[in-house]
């Protein structure tokens, strides 16, 4: 190339972010990622809110940025990985140069392949026109469709107060809805917490719809009975602390059922809780008699449990 020319085609694509980063920065911070840098996120943004003469940090998002609508592809599995497991909320923005427009997709559908037992190969999510929408759709040989997008409007639609306001609003509770996911995600839950259905440049009223993986293979469940088990522990001292001992009694329960092998985290805390509630004269247990151990109470009392439950007789009960 010739010193003092450029190649005007090379910055189109550029055009498209520059826009866009100029559009989300009305909302917060917005900082572009470096082309060299690029790994399919265009845009890191803060979302901010006013508090007096300053703006605090509300939420963190990602934006990745395309000039059309064709479906957002990951054409491979380590891609497809990628995205479900990304750790923060994420946007499509479809920019219109030639109108000013700009279009802004939820990627909840991207938590649809999270619901199933195995990731799939390939995914495409695939954007929806404006108007109203289901949120989440069941895919269809690897499409997830994304629905609506969340906001459409003209950049000069920014310069209305009243506008504005509500596309700040509309952007803060799909950003907030998909950390809420993110964070169920990272604990090991397969499961999608969002609106049964939305409409375009509107607020939903609630998160009232749910999907989830019914059955978790042992190699899934792993990461959320992990996250259940430190749950567990701290809430059991902190419920012991308000003397809450019911409360404490069962999330030793808990944690005893879940593996009868291992000495927990916290064993103090089950002596502590016999010394302190009548649980071994209920279950016939005394920490003086030769043979008594530390669990001794609470493995009697999840024996008997545990017979209660059984499966009912298909007989007569006689």
Not at 93 to 113: H, M, N, P, W
């Amino acid at each position: 190339m010739a010193a003092g020319a450029y190649a005007p085609n090379f910055h189109e694509g550029s055009r498209s972010e520059y826009l866009a980063q100029y559009v989300f920065s009305m909302f917060g911070s917005s900082a572009p990622v470096l082309h060299q840098e690029d790994y399919g996120i265009d845009l890191y943004c803060t979302l901010t809110e006013r508090k007096g003469q300053r703006a605090g940090p509300v939420a963190y998002y990602s934006v990745q940025i395309k000039s059309n609508e064709d479906p957002w592809e990951f054409t491979q599995p380590e891609s497809v990985q990628w995205v479900v497991e990304y750790p923060a909320a994420l946007l499509l923005c479809v920019i219109d140069k030639s109108e000013a427009r700009v279009r802004v997709y939820q990627t909840l559908a991207r938590f649809g392949a999270a619901v199933v037992a195995e990731l799939p190969d390939r995914m495409a999510l695939v954007p929806g026109q404006p108007g109203k929408t289901r949120t989440f759709s069941p895919a269809t040989d690897g499409s997830f469709p994304m629905g609506a997008p969340i906001l459409e409007f003209k950049v000069e639609d920014l310069l209305d107060d009243e506008k504005f306001r509500l596309f700040g609003e509309v952007l803060k509770f799909w950003v907030l809805t998909d950390h809420h996911n993110v964070s169920l995600y990272k604990m090991g839950m397969r499961s999608i917490s969002m609106p049964s259905e939305y409409t375009t440049n509107e607020v939903p009223l609630v998160r009232n719809a749910r999907y989830f993986l019914n059955y978790a293979p042992p190699e899934i469940r792993a990461k959320a009975e992990e996250t259940a088990v430190e749950l567990l522990q701290w809430l059991a001292y902190v419920r012991f602390s308000d003397s809450d001992f019911l409360g404490t009694l069962l999330a030793n329960l808990a944690l005893r059922h879940r593996n009868p092998d291992a000495l927990p985290i916290g064993a103090d805390l089950f002596v502590r809780l016999r010394g302190s509630t009548r649980l071994d004269v209920a279950m016939g247990t005394d920490p003086r008699e030769p043979g008594d151990y530390v669990f001794a109470p609470y493995d009697k009392l999840l024996t008997d449990l545990h017979e209660k439950v059984s499966p009912a007789d298909d007989g007569d009960g006689s």
